[in-house]
């Protein structure tokens, strides 16, 4: 509720077109469904077209399910990470639109279309092993309404296999690099372009990777300037920023 | 240099129109200035209009003034980060068209005239001791071309003076986060927005702040979907991120 | 055992009133039953109502059981904490009197009635996942004859949720603030009210949360005066401060 | 503004008693000065009576000049902490009633008289070398209007200096212990006591100390419960923290 | 072997008395066992009685048996320290002298009768959660041929413990303190003490125990003088340490 | 693709034996297989006789035999590194060429033959415990045409065990040493020869070990000059640089 | 006061020997000096003969002074650690019998005569490096009455200067090991001898030394048994340890 | 001495051709001076020519003369690394072939000539800050008489840098990566070579840089195989393994 609606709702309150419970009413009745466990915010989807996302980690299936079933009577799209497959099964019960990704942990239910972006965002990965988590982002941009390409297993070792793909870099209006080890990748990709590069640290690696501080510190400390990060395995977060920035994109396209 | 630049080279090579020794120059002929001790690159602001920039921590005056001179000939912007004092007087020596700020120890010289972007980059900071960094993030975007806005002092333990400021938010295409202490008003503005926010965790604090962990993981685990985080005290480096998306705006708004 | 009770004691001494060795016995006679394994201390729950309270975690079963039997042969109130279900099903062998909560991993054995204060505790969480810990507060202030009051799911990425309910802090007296991720509804809370507020940080989050050192450090390094900090997940720890704040506030009440 | 301001307002814009631009004014106009580079919060000296704080770390004289002169229009206690003795020489220009903690790094400013609580805040220290953050603790409780005693040097590597001193642990209603090395005075005075303890770590110490992170942990896991524990070294926030309990203790004894 | 031995050892050679193949394989026959996987140390054992010692982790149950046969095969006392239970199973099949102590981990296999020292060593715990750990000093320390004595739970928390069994404390040589939370309780026991106390963090706790680094830190941190600390729930360590000590006192008594 | 070949490819062209769109081919032709999930890279081996290499962790079975399969049709060798037993399941499916080794997580396909060199690679280790890692560096080396021998269980704490093998490190021209707790033993073997020593810390250890930081910080930190260190418990990394080391040599010896 | 003490004062009072209020002075006036900021135990030096300690760190020199003047009045030997020059010269304003080890950081004050011990500690070092806090162990054991013998700059990268000087860890009856870097020399003394060993960590070193980190994970992790480690730098520390042993062989010695 | 070197003396002793004491004296007569503080050790560079080498920091500048006037005595070449500028001074008094770089902090003192190896080290850094490091990388290689190149100021952020200097990496047989920041150079540079790579991380950088962790677990956890790793800013201990390496190329050469 923006300074435009306050003045609106006063001058109706002035004007006799609304009573004071009731203008009470609209300047309390915030947008979102209280559970008592939880309190669903309908904000963003309302006035985005976005998905409403649920966090899973250390909620109990019951009250998923509870969540679930408030957003689904809204009709919205919804994207449920760091989801074990038991949560899966449960949320199986409420509807058939309804897709689990393993590896990645997340669930999408989509119940309307989302359209695509003109502007493309590419999702790099340096290894295999960092899939898993390129998926959470692919699949989160994705279904916030972006075009997404991928260019996968393109670490640093082997140069030569970035440098044959640099069509795809520039082809690209963002870009997310998803890299385990010693992340590198951020930095070399970072230095080829003059785009928004956005770096996922994964935990792919062991000892002294400390289960992703090694790439996290390695992104954060990139000599390539400008590079925007995430946490560790936060694929979910580099594909819902690229989607922001993609956002402001199409709004000057549609200008 | 891209295929198609490769085949029309070749072609011309086929064609008798290019000579072997002149293709191989072509090929070779990369765009740095070799000074020995540095390689300055000439490759971005060639392409972009973009200054030249120098990390100065490590560097003797010596080598600083070999590099600047080297640039200041293409007639190039020019932005010296972590610049201590006695650098900026060794630069004095070399041209007028220079200015230092002292306690972001950021130093400009400026040969061009630089455009304004129709999108606005806005700074917020959560308290004055992060104006510092903050500024090296208004210089940098400023001096990348870029409409630029401030908002200062509205940290989360008085949340009203952010609450009171929402308009600046909204008018912004793209916010950087400057905040020291526990970063949360990263948290509590891109919970307030939709559009990309850079967060820019401040060493300022005590204790277990840690010289700015605290707010670099504040800021790396924020509730709020989709900061891109930059290094501690890193303006530079938020500036420059949030340029690479307002020339990607710019550009779409421009076709 | 104060002063005046040794100068009373050695009066009757004097007086012949009491022999050598019975002020030996009293001297040395303090309120604890020793098991061998484990010395089960009366002495806080003696003079407070207090229920006593175990630290399972560490703990065999047969110690836990053993010092259990011996705390109920004195009828007061038990408080197990970081008890896995196995821990329950041991100790239901010995009384109906029993009850666990398997999220909190909390067992209580509740054998007297315990008053109620006027003063309110309300515990806040950011989000649903950090109910679990909130909920060891909420029964720990609860056994300690407190009055609580809950405010769930208000956490920074939506901050409505939190001020649409600012009249529920306002009616608190002490407020536990339970947050995971970066922990910042602590500060912003803190900055709402006047009055202490308590901050537990959970190990809700993942990555660079480094199962709750993020949201610790956030809490310590608030830029809102006077937080108090626990352990992380330290639910119990929280609800116990609390409790000692209100019974200084009754004992006022009652002066 | 309250639920019931808000709806007083909406009523006399309704009787027009109030124009719109009049009540937006009102919905606007919140209690802080904007300085520009910081946004000096009266809110809670207005509302308590508290002196306003100022952190003065990384702010350059002329800022805290330029925010202490604008709080000394309105005639409020002013505390600033952190604050180097040049900061001291800076504000000594704008007023006679001042006072400089040196070791503590504190500037007192008072300019009106604050009450005295009948409830007392003890400030207990392990060593001589914990002195200076005891103090800071001390005068911020002072200047906030408590009655706050001294127990200094009670480590307990002497443990009977600490128990010799039983009857003032015993007199205080609130107990901050403020420690350096292994801070296990915290844990020591938390089980003779049972009212509100807050543990303030101090850096006293070296090697794997790791300036104050030692003392910080041993609080943090402390086996007696319910310690608060603050930030290394704040003994602002200690002094803050025992202040707003002592505050819901005199409100309580004053009903 | 040292100077006086070698110098024997050329005599003879020099006088005929030793021929130099002979010489070169007693200069060459080192006191250990080469079993290709593992070189078996007699060396300590032959020279003092002791037990020999095998570090169970990391080792295949084959490798264990192999070992351990081998050592059989010379009468010696055995002591396999973080032995899972299947060792202890693998290790049945060899001898019935066996007994394994399962909280602890430890197998004991006695062939030959150990003599008791006139010193004590005293092991202290904390709390109940300790003794695992201290069941492992306590083992050693009587393997090894020492009067070990037991004074567990007694942490500050409840501090009348402690100073209500200061009799035991006394009565002691040398005090093992094993502690986890804050470790606070090894403070207080140097303090009351003026004999060697060694130190065993535990890895009871959680959170911000970091698996028992705020225990170690506390300890190695100590405001009482003079404790020697050990690896976290190293009570092998702690109680062969503790009788190197009692050795050198034993052997001044036998002088 | 160096100078040399650029000028030869661009000659050909202008004299007419080469098509322009050959020529593209040519270029662009990388020597890596595009399997959309990962791109091999067969250019090492190619070149060099190498074994190709995969790492396991973090890549479905599905990838890795489709990996796995690619590889097998070039007739190379194949290690697989960090390979869960399920892994070496899947694969014999595809061949039986294959060996697994369980406690090194190792899998190796030989398909041709590999030489042996001259010079000497000799594998050390401090504890039995360490050998799964040593195994690793061990098949690694021997894959890449090696000569290896191994020295194992001659850890510090009985000095007499490595003192008298001292002739087996002289014959040796690269030394391996593998070590978990305080891993002196890389800087007391480094002490004793004058040759290239890689230092692998283990992980194997407990408590303030940090699962190998111990023994990493402690081969950074050797006091003997010129060690060189590799990830926590990685033999693979060691064997591979002893090899490219020991090519050096070899090339040397046959020029 | 131990049980037998209370029962005669007890048995005092009932005899009409003593009154009451003399008892409760007894039982009162404990061992220490109040100066306020500071409470001066004399309580060990009454009992030992033991010199004072004060930890100068953190302390003005007019505590110090303080501090030490009531010191000096019961003519204890006064031992000052961690002690800037500037306390040095303040004290010499206090006494002549008084001497600064610069490099150390120590000052001795030596009013009374020391015996010698029968019993040897030796403090060995791995470099030169590590002597001044070597020394600090020598002069601290010096002051409480040992004999202490030094063997310098036996570090393990050349072993065959420790291995020459076995005569000397022979003839020792407790060693203390003072090394910085990786801080091996710990673990192989260790190995060599079977007697009380003390290890110092110390700060020599640099880069992922972390300023002493490195050498204490070292020794903490010492592959050789029973070693008892001190904080980073604690000479002091060290050589009290050592000293409580000491004095325990001793007094069997005498008996 | 080796066992050949045993077998003589003991058959010269047989044969009456040395006495036993004088036998004994050969045992014993180990090739270190002893200065009391500081045991020279001239074993490596009687063997090798290498040159003696002091570690500067820790030690005063009086021992440091006398350690290398005692080098001095015998011709050796010195090379003093961690040196301040007054230990320079300090040394110019005692010879004039003294040489000292500044940013490196290392003197050079040259008395004999030294050989040139056929074989090449290549030195490479990411930045110009990274030359420091670097250089005392290539004065220690050149020192031990190896050839050695520079290639500077090649970092990933334009790789076009280094891709444009291949033909060094090529040429060389042992390369030495310098880089701070993410530190990336070195897995790129392994990626593109067959050849050992010694990775030296360096301090260059700031915030979440930790003073060079970033780049040393980025080197630690290379995705390219079979880096060698030192310790942050170890230009020293890079130029010495790289010259072990060296030696051993250089050997099979001339066989």
Known sequence: MNNKDIRELLAKVKNGNLEVDQAMGQLKDLPFSDLGYAKVDHHRSLRNGYPEVIYCEGKSNEEIKGIVTNMLERGNNILATRAEEEVYHALEELTDDIEYYERSKIIVIQQEEVAETESEILVVTGGTSDIPVAQEAVITADMLGNTVKRLYDVGVA?????????????????????????????????????????????????????????????????????????????????????STINRQIEQARNN
């Open 158 to 242: 082997g140069i030569h296999r970035l440098l044959g793909n640099q069509d795809k870099l520039k082809e690209a209006n963002i870009i997310i690099v998803v890299a385990g080890m010693e992340g590198a990748l951020a930095s070399v990709v970072s230095g080829l372009v003059d785009k928004p590069v956005i770096a996922v640290p994964t935990s792919v690696g062991y000892g002294a990777h400390f289960d992703g501080v090694a790439s996290l510190l390695s992104m954060l400390n990139s000599c390539a300037s400008g590079l925007g990060v995430v946490n560790i395995d936060n694929g979910f977060g580099a594909g819902y920023l690229a």
